[in-house]
Each structure stands twice: as C-alpha cells, then as structure tokens.
C-alpha cells in the first residue's frame, strides 16, 4: 500500500506545482495579464504592433493640390506585417503547446482523483484481507473450506487494483515526458521574452499617438491659413477584424454613446433580437471585455431587431410588434418619449437578408441621428430619415432605391449610408447613397466576415470605428476614410 500512495502524493505534488507555474509565470510571459483594450479612442484603435524603426510613420501636409485645397497625407505600415514576423509564429506555436499540455494536465488530475479514491475506498478491504492471511498462516488448522472460499473472494474484489496501479506507473513515465515538455516551453518563452523585450511597445504606441496629434495639426493648419476640418471622408478601406468578445447567442447588438461630444466611457449589450428587454450596462470597455462591473436594465418595452443605437445618454430602440421607436434615458432609468415613425415596416415585414425583425435600423453619424427602414409605397426599398434627436420627429427623408432585402447591413458614416451585399462570408461594402447630394454608386470595399454571420453593424462616429455582432462574437472594424480638407477660399 505505501508504493502506490507515494506514486499517487508524487503525482499529484508534481502536478500542483506544475498547474501553479503556468497560472502565473506563463500569462506574463506572453502578455496574457496586461490590459489588451482600454476606454478611449487612440488606444483602443491602435492595436497593430508597429514592426520596425525603418519603416516609419510619416505625416506631410500640402497645400499644393492642384484645386487649392488642404491634403494631408499620412504614409503608414501595413497592418499584416506582424504576422510575418517569425516571433508571431513561435508565439502562437507556443500558445498552442501550453493549451495541449494544460488539457493533457486536466485529464491526468481527473483521472488521478478518481483512481485515488478508489484505492481509498479499498484500503480497508486491502487491509482486512492481509490480516486474515497472516491468521490463516499462523493457525493453518483453523482454516475452513468456507473461510478459504471467502478469502479467495475478497482477495478477488482487490484485483482491479492491479490495473490502477498499472495506470499509475503509466501516469508517473508520462509526468516525466510533461515535465520535458514544460522546461522546453519555459525555455522557448524565455528566449521569447528577450526577443521582445527589445521592442519597446510603449515607446511605439506613444510615437502612435504623436501621430495621431501630427495629424490632427496637419489637418487645422496649412501654409498660408487655416483650414476648414470637416472630420469627414469616403469609405475607402475595412481592417481587419478585432474580436473584443465572445459571448450570448447568435443575434445581439453591442454599442458606446455615438454622440461625438461624449465623454461617456460605458458599453451597451443587448442579446438577441425577440421580445427582450435585459440591457447590460458595462462601466467600460475593460470590463465588458471581462465581463464584470455591469448593471442590468431592464426595459419597460421590449424590442424587436438589433438596430439599436445610444446616443447622448439615451438608448433608441424599435418597440416589439410596432413601428414605434422608444427613448429610454440610460441615467433615469426612464421611458422619456415614443413616437410612430410614419409607414415603416416592422415584424419582419421589411428586415435585412438575415430576417431577425431588423425591418427598423437606428443609428448615428457625425451630423445626428438617423433611421433606416423602408414602406410599402416605397416598394421595399431602403429609406433613410434624419430624426430629431429629442422629439424622434423626421426632418427629412431619402428613398435610396435600394431593396432592403437584398441588403446583409447597412451603416452611415458623414450622411452616406454605406449597404452590404450579404451577412454572411464573402460579404463587402457594394452600395452607398450619400443624402447630402442624394446620389449612389456601387462600390467595393471588402472586409472579413470572420465568424460568417452579422447580425449587427454599425459606426460610433466618436471611436470611428465599425461595431458588429457576429454569430456571439462582439468585434470591432477600423476604417480608412478619404478626407478632402477645404480652406476658407473654397466655402
């Protein structure tokens, strides 16, 4: 009894020191316990690694166009350099080992305890056992037929200890090939930390916000005046996609306030599209990315669709069933007004290709507060009306004449709604109707559907940054608009 027992204590220490050196020195040595997203623009959208001193970043501002307006020009790496970095590889290969050898850990400690508690459970057998032999060897005439046919039972019953302790020998030559594998991977993420610690990331990400602030320079000054910043451009450029979460069911809707003059750090979620009335409040981007420090709301409508929107502390929605739109004020916890918006179709009489009760989108831009839906007069075709924030009364109107069916989302960014072709893989930007000269044109600007099903999309204009709910997945979009900055002479 004492071998398999010392076998069982060597396993089990080994293992806990071996659970205990990976819970804390692996998260620092690949950066897992760092911050990866905090509240506020530049350090959210700067996520890409900058690759090397000589390729960069560079700001020139001209007042030399040919028109006489302001350009400024920025000249930046490409963002997919970092993965040809052969660190990245390594990195990821060694991320991929930790996770086998944790799995290969978990297994072990299930089976250890298991068998462990069975060779508890027999001890008191083992031991009886042994005691009645030693009897019936001292005192060979006191063993009967019946006593030696119940013997050779109980000494069956102890049998399948044979097998355990089999495992258990098993286990022992397999914690010596982990504990191999664990030098080798503090070995290789040692000689990784090294490599990266020549890079000083935090000295890059504040060239990076320089950057930045050279370019809001480039943009309000000009040689010979100043220059007139509308903050506006043409979608030209989707990155790549930034998975911030993943959590809830497949349809849902994910936001900060829209406002640009908001100060306001919080995120919104609201899972699913039917009948729900649960809004979780997070106190910033950090925390919903852990999800924790949340509140609940519960509203007093419920909603229909995903195409909510916050915007100057208050969350629009469209009401369950009804063509209604509902503001509720985030800080009152209160209904503070509901109006009918015209002839819009709803409960899935006029929604996206995705269906869902997306017949009503509620979004904003730079400008305000929009919605985009479409009527039966309108013959199904995409409609997007400029809404009074604060009375929800339409000031103005535009029919697109685009099908609102065959169209996977849609998003506004400077008065131009921006329509995909598809919610699904290999979907891109192919429309967009800009309400300040009412004209369209067929584009093509791709983007990465990772996770194949967009259920919501939309721009915070104060991030300027794409939100999307994608099949659970909560991800954000950077996106490269074409400015034309004017000068006082051209207004």
């Given at each position: 009894?004492?071998?398999?027992?010392?076998?069982?204590?060597?396993?089990?220490?080994?293992?806990?020191?071996?659970?205990?050196?990976?819970?804390?020195?692996?998260?620092?040595?690949?950066?897992?316990?760092?911050?990866?997203?905090?509240?506020?623009?530049?350090?959210?959208?700067?996520?890409?690694?900058?690759?090397?001193?000589?390729?960069?970043?560079?700001?020139?501002?001209?007042?030399?166009?040919?028109?006489?307006?302001?350009?400024?020009?920025?000249?930046?790496?490409?963002?997919?350099?970092?993965?040809?970095?052969?660190?990245?590889?390594?990195?990821?290969?060694?991320?991929?080992?930790?996770?086998?050898?944790?799995?290969?850990?978990?297994?072990?400690?299930?089976?250890?305890?298991?068998?462990?508690?069975?060779?508890?459970?027999?001890?008191?057998?083992?031991?009886?056992?042994?005691?009645?032999?030693?009897?019936?060897?001292?005192?060979?005439?006191?063993?009967?037929?019946?006593?030696?046919?119940?013997?050779?039972?109980?000494?069956?019953?102890?049998?399948?200890?044979?097998?355990?302790?089999?495992?258990?020998?098993?286990?022992?030559?397999?914690?010596?090939?982990?504990?191999?594998?664990?030098?080798?991977?503090?070995?290789?993420?040692?000689?990784?930390?090294?490599?990266?610690?020549?890079?000083?990331?935090?000295?890059?990400?504040?060239?990076?916000?320089?950057?930045?602030?050279?370019?809001?320079?480039?943009?309000?000054?000009?040689?010979?005046?100043?220059?007139?910043?509308?903050?506006?451009?043409?979608?030209?450029?989707?990155?790549?996609?930034?998975?911030?979460?993943?959590?809830?069911?497949?349809?849902?809707?994910?936001?900060?306030?829209?406002?640009?003059?908001?100060?306001?750090?919080?995120?919104?979620?609201?899972?699913?599209?039917?009948?729900?009335?649960?809004?979780?409040?997070?106190?910033?981007?950090?925390?919903?990315?852990?999800?924790?420090?949340?509140?609940?709301?519960?509203?007093?409508?419920?909603?229909?669709?995903?195409?909510?929107?916050?915007?100057?502390?208050?969350?629009?929605?469209?009401?369950?069933?009804?063509?209604?739109?509902v503001q509720y004020n985030l800080h009152s916890r209160t209904v503070t007004l509901q109006r009918n918006l015209g002839q819009a179709g709803y409960n899935n009489t006029f929604p996206y290709s995705w269906g869902g009760s997306s017949d009503i989108d509620l979004m904003a831009d730079e400008s305000g507060l929009w919605a985009v839906y479409t009527t039966i007069p309108n013959g199904g075709n995409l409609v997007v009306s400029r809404l009074d924030p604060t009375t929800l009364e339409v000031l103005k109107s535009w029919d697109t004449g685009f099908p609102k069916r065959s169209a996977g989302e849609a998003f506004l960014i400077c008065g131009t709604l921006y329509?995909?072709?598809?919610?699904?893989?290999?979907?891109?930007?192919?429309?967009?109707?800009?309400?300040?000269?009412?004209?369209?044109?067929?584009?093509?600007?791709?983007?990465?559907?990772?996770?194949?099903?967009?259920?919501?999309?939309?721009?915070?204009?104060?991030?300027?940054?794409?939100?999307?709910?994608?099949?659970?997945?909560?991800?954000?979009?950077?996106?490269?608009?074409?400015?034309?900055?004017?000068?006082?002479?051209?207004?």
């Amino acid at each position: 009894m004492s071998v398999p027992i010392l076998k069982i204590g060597m396993v089990l220490s080994t293992m806990a020191m071996v659970t205990n050196w990976m819970s804390q020195t692996l998260p620092s040595l690949v950066g897992l316990n760092q911050t990866l997203a905090r509240p506020g623009t530049s350090e959210r959208i700067i996520s890409a690694v900058y690759p090397g001193q000589e390729e960069g970043w560079q700001v020139f501002g001209s007042v030399s166009d040919v028109e006489g307006k302001c350009v400024c020009t920025l000249l930046a790496p490409p963002q997919n350099l970092c993965k040809k970095d052969p660190r990245h590889k390594r990195l990821r290969q060694l991320t991929e080992h930790v996770q086998n050898v944790s799995q290969y850990l978990e297994v072990l400690d299930l089976r250890t305890s298991r068998d462990l508690q069975y060779i508890r459970d027999s001890e008191k057998q083992l031991i009886s056992v042994e005691i009645r032999v030693r009897s019936a060897h001292s005192i060979l005439h006191s063993i009967t037929t019946e006593g030696l046919q119940e013997l050779k039972q109980s000494v069956l019953k102890c049998l399948p200890l044979l097998a355990v302790l089999s495992q258990f020998r098993a286990d022992v030559a397999q914690l010596e090939h982990l504990q191999q594998e664990v030098e080798r991977l503090r070995s290789g993420l040692s000689l990784l930390q090294e490599q990266m610690e020549a890079y000083d990331y935090y000295q890059l990400q504040h060239r990076a916000l320089l950057l930045e602030d050279r370019l809001q320079t480039c943009v309000n000054t000009v040689g010979g005046g100043v220059c007139v910043c509308v903050g506006c451009g043409k979608l030209t450029g989707i990155s790549h996609p930034v998975t911030i979460r993943s959590f809830g069911s497949r349809f849902g809707s994910w936001m900060m306030d829209s406002m640009i003059l908001s100060s306001d750090n919080r995120v919104w979620s609201m899972d699913g599209y039917y009948r729900g009335r649960r809004v979780l409040e997070y106190s910033s981007l950090s925390d919903f990315t852990k999800g924790q420090n949340f509140v609940v709301h519960q509203l007093p409508h419920p909603w229909a669709g995903t195409g909510h929107v916050v915007y100057n502390g208050s969350l629009y929605y469209n009401k369950h069933q009804t063509n209604i739109i509902v503001q509720y004020n985030l800080h009152s916890r209160t209904v503070t007004l509901q109006r009918n918006l015209g002839q819009a179709g709803y409960n899935n009489t006029f929604p996206y290709s995705w269906g869902g009760s997306s017949d009503i989108d509620l979004m904003a831009d730079e400008s305000g507060l929009w919605a985009v839906y479409t009527t039966i007069p309108n013959g199904g075709n995409l409609v997007v009306s400029r809404l009074d924030p604060t009375t929800l009364e339409v000031l103005k109107s535009w029919d697109t004449g685009f099908p609102k069916r065959s169209a996977g989302e849609a998003f506004l960014i400077c008065g131009t709604l921006y329509v995909t072709n598809s919610h699904l893989a290999g979907a891109k930007v192919h429309f967009a109707y800009n309400t300040n000269t009412s004209e369209y044109e067929y584009t093509d600007v791709p983007f990465h559907n990772l996770y194949s099903h967009i259920s919501m999309l939309d721009y915070n204009p104060r991030e300027r940054v794409l939100y999307t709910w994608n099949n659970g997945h909560q991800v954000l979009y950077n996106v490269t608009l074409f400015h034309i900055i004017k000068s006082f002479a051209d207004t």
